[in-house]
């Protein structure tokens, strides 16, 4: 089978998967008739930070009630927040660590070795309304798609960055979430029962022209960390050593483990201690933090340039990872690129003409 026909027919079968088959809770327990994990548009930051991980989900509608807005607009759901009491409201929009983080980053002060000053701003911040941070970092845009429709359909918006969509039935009531991570973990599935080229593909020339991987160092801080993350419009950067070598990578999902006190050590601790405790955690080394809190970042996961389709979704799959580090060379392992899940649905849409061939950043 050539190429061509292999790319026509995983876009054929792309095409006769319902989104809805898809619909997942927290990537781990069939989502179909559960309740949608939703926030207050009026719920504190902190709070939202503690749902992103006791979920440990990736992003989170907000919304608000219907009788507080001035109309219904286009995107109106049946929610509950509780199963008591059925209470219809507006899907304002998806919050995540990298809407927190680059809110917060945007009102502290730049000076984060005065220690009060940072702590105090902090404190007030995290109890400000999550309704603030609503796509703060501009890169979360609202999709909302018919669960009926395909995959196919909803392909063309993953390979253009956007990372999760809204599914909603045939009542106009919000049914669940369809991730990038949900069509990676499809292509795996596929891959694995072999038949199809397309797993065989590359991805052509996206590390011809060595773009510098953006970095940061073991001994930068996590406030340091969090600032170049925000200000990038990154949810991932490589720590390397002084030699450039990979040692570890630092998402935004490693961020939300310094806010997790009360959760983390599963007792209830007073808010004061409970800030005092985050803010500390801010001026902790990369290499620290993570040895305490994400030990999983420091062996990340990595590839050659020659790496195919089939082999991205393996390791992205197998390690629940979001992104591979790119090399020449595995014994120096100095990173020239990465592979996220934008570029995995890029080049998939690329291959199916679902989109035309252009770069994105995942």
Partial sequence: MSVKDSSNELGKLLKQVPLKSLIRHDGKRDFMGAEVVTVSSTDDLLHVIRVLFKFDIASVPVVTATEQTEERKDMVF??????AQKKPGVVMGFVDMLDILAYIVSALPADETKKEVLEEAGRNLLLKPISNAINFSKRD????????????DALQ???????????????KALSGLCSQSDFVRLLHTHFA???????????????????PVESIRPTDTLF??????????????????SHGSLIGDFTTAAVGHAFAVDNREGQKVDKEDMLRT?????YLSIQDYLSK?????????????NITLGQACKVMVESNSKQIWIMND????????VITQTDICRRVAELCQAIPPTSARG
Avoid: C, E
């Fill in 78 to 83: 049946d929610f509950w927040q509780d199963q």
């Fill in 141 to 152: 845009k609202i999709v909302p798609v018919s669960q009926d429709h395909s995959v196919f």
């Fill in 157 to 171: 918006y993953f390979a253009q960055g956007t990372h999760r969509v809204l599914l909603f039935d045939d009542t």
């Fill in 193 to 211: 029962k072999g038949g199809l080229q397309t797993a065989d593909i590359d991805f052509q020339q996206k590390f011809q022209h060595h773009i």
């Fill in 224 to 241: 340091q960390a969090i600032a170049k993350l925000s200000h990038g419009g990154l949810r991932t950067m490589a720590v390397v050593d």
């Fill in 278 to 282: 985050i803010f500390g955690n801010f």
């Fill in 293 to 305: 809190f994400y030990p999983k970042s420091l062996k990340p996961q990595v590839g050659l340039v």
């Fill in 330 to 337: 595995a014994h120096t392992k100095v990173p020239i690129g």
